[in-house]
């Protein structure tokens, strides 16, 4: 129930900036990461939380929604530090490596990382119920790893792939990090 909570609230809040953004004329996408800019670092987090318009937005919701219902079941402070790591790397990964002259923003990093941690967890944990939870989502979800891929149409389209590709990276890597294995070598140590 609180992971649904969550996740309901989250994505509220999403479009209530989208609201604010449209409504102040797009005062909002100056959170956007710009490349290599060293002040833009400070935008790192907040970027995840705006987004270029409703469509935008919309293409994320349902994603971020399930994916994050999925994540959050496992203990909401343990959700936190996923979501944490996830925004930092892909973030980090966008303000390296994306073009210069640039702006990226949007919850797909984090859709993305959700999606590594959900359907890699279970192989970490070695949980059986996880794991089937994490070969559904790859069944379900699994085509949108296109997006993590510099194609002409991610590329023509504008989409991040960079964003996507260390999305998944850091949830792959948040996966490992907050592995019920490795909490539990941590307090036998």
Same mark, same amino acid.
């Given at each position: 129930?609180?992971?649904?909570?969550?996740?309901?609230?989250?994505?509220?809040?999403?479009?209530?900036?989208?609201?604010?953004?449209?409504?102040?004329?797009?005062?909002?996408?100056?959170?956007?990461?710009?490349?290599?800019?060293?002040?833009?670092?400070?935008?790192?987090?907040?970027?995840?939380?705006?987004?270029?318009?409703?469509?935008?937005?919309?293409?994320?919701?349902?994603?971020?929604?399930?994916?994050?219902?999925?994540?959050?079941?496992?203990?909401?402070?343990?959700?936190?530090?996923?979501?944490?790591?996830?925004?930092?790397?892909?973030?980090?990964?966008?303000?390296?490596?994306?073009?210069?002259?640039?702006?990226?923003?949007?919850?797909?990093?984090?859709?993305?990382? /959700?999606? *590594?941690?959900? @359907?890699?967890?279970? =192989?970490? #944990? %070695? !949980?059986?119920?996880?794991?089937?939870? $994490?070969?559904?989502?790859?069944?379900?979800?699994?085509?949108?790893?296109?997006?993590?891929?510099?194609?002409?149409?991610?590329?023509?389209?504008?989409?991040?792939?960079?964003?996507?590709?260390?999305?998944? /990276?850091? *949830?792959?890597? @948040?996966?490992?990090? =907050?592995? #019920? %294995? !490795?909490?539990?070598?941590?307090?036998? $140590?």
């Amino acid at each position: 129930m609180r992971a649904g909570v969550v996740m309901v609230t989250w994505v509220a809040l999403l479009w209530v900036l989208e609201a604010v953004d449209q409504i102040s004329d797009n005062r909002l996408d100056t959170y956007a990461i710009t490349p290599r800019d060293a002040g833009e670092l400070r935008d790192v987090i907040p970027s995840a939380f705006m987004h270029f318009g409703w469509d935008h937005l919309s293409a994320n919701t349902v994603p971020l929604l399930v994916l994050g219902f999925l994540a959050a079941m496992r203990g909401i402070s343990r959700f936190v530090g996923v979501v944490a790591v996830i925004t930092l790397v892909s973030g980090l990964g966008v303000w390296l490596i994306a073009p210069a002259n640039t702006a990226t923003a949007g919850a797909s990093g984090v859709v993305f990382g /959700l999606f *590594g941690y959900v @359907a890699v967890r279970g =192989f970490v #944990d %070695r !949980r059986v119920s996880d794991v089937l939870v $994490g070969v559904g989502v790859a069944v379900v979800y699994g085509s949108m790893l296109w997006g993590v891929l510099p194609t002409d149409e991610v590329v023509e389209q504008s989409i991040s792939w960079q964003g996507h590709l260390f999305g998944l /990276l850091g *949830g792959v890597l @948040a996966a490992f990090y =907050f592995s #019920d %294995r !490795r909490r539990g070598a941590l307090r036998a $140590g």
